[in-house]
């Protein structure tokens, strides 16, 4: 198995904001964890040319859990290649598909509620964006804590950021694909992805400590990429950073 950290970079609020979505390559076919944003996908396209291959050549998608960064360009992806295979977890599949509301979109709308009148503006908007989501009408494969996908890519279950959110461990080569259960801070340091928007920091905690029993040579977070050094280390530090 072949692993590709891409790196898509975008300006957000007038800076440069990078992403990371995982490109695999398993006995010829090529599977890509996580989108980035509808409008990233030039981007991503042109990443995987890079690569030597194109949004038709992708053989599925893992997507490890509802949030705009992660899958906001499925629909346009999905619309150019039919025959892509989408993953997702089980607790994920019902929003991802649009059968029901994105945690993400529950929490905005609550949170516009308490929001004082100077910031509705910007409430209004992120709950305007949630909504923007185009949602794919089926997932293909629904996947559940410990599942063994793809030959070798075992699935861990890391709820708090969101409820069904997963990680990917690849037991061959040591390597945990964290998507959002974990962050890396420019300094180098881990930390929780966005805490403020973290639907339950307990369970988020909990899934940090899952990741610290796993043997982990390299660690890929959607948001600052790729670590080699100091890893049991450093969840050692941000689980005692969070210890009340
Ligand atoms: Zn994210």
Redesign the pocket.
């Known amino acids: 198995m072949k692993i590709s950290v891409l790196d898509i970079a975008f300006n957000q609020h007038n800076a440069i904001n990078h ?1 990371h979505p995982t490109l695999l390559e398993i006995h010829g076919q090529y599977f890509l964890t ?1 989108t980035g944003y509808e409008d990233t996908l030039p981007q991503l396209q042109t990443a995987l040319n890079q690569h030597g291959i194109d949004l038709t050549s992708l053989h599925g998608i893992i997507i ?2 509802d ?4 899958l906001g360009a499925l629909y346009n992806i999905k619309k150019v290649n039919p025959l892509l295979q989408v993953y997702c977890s089980k607790t994920e599949e019902p929003s991802v598909t649009g059968k029901t509301e994105a945690e993400r979109l529950v929490q905005a709308k609550q949170l516009l509620q308490k929001l004082p009148e100077e910031q509705q503006a910007w409430g209004k908007n992120f709950v305007a964006l949630q909504e923007s989501i185009q949602r794919i009408p089926a997932v293909d494969h629904v996947v559940q804590d410990n599942d063994l996908i793809l030959g070798g890519i075992r699935v861990i279950e890391t709820p708090g ?1 969101t409820r069904g959110h997963i990680s990917l461990y690849i037991e061959a080569s040591k390597t945990l694909i964290a ?2 259960a974990l ?1 890396v801070e420019p300094g180098g340091a881990l930390n929780i ?2 805490p403020e928007f973290t639907l339950d920091l307990q369970a988020a905690i909990g899934s940090v400590q899952k990741i610290h029993a796993l043997n982990i040579q390299t660690l890929i977070c ?2 600052g990429g790729i670590i080699t050094d100091h890893i049991q280390q450093k969840l050692d530090q941000l689980i005692h950073q969070y210890k009340i």
């Open positions: 992403i996580d490890s859990h949030d705009i960064d992660h950021h998507n959002d962050v992805a966005n959607f948001h």
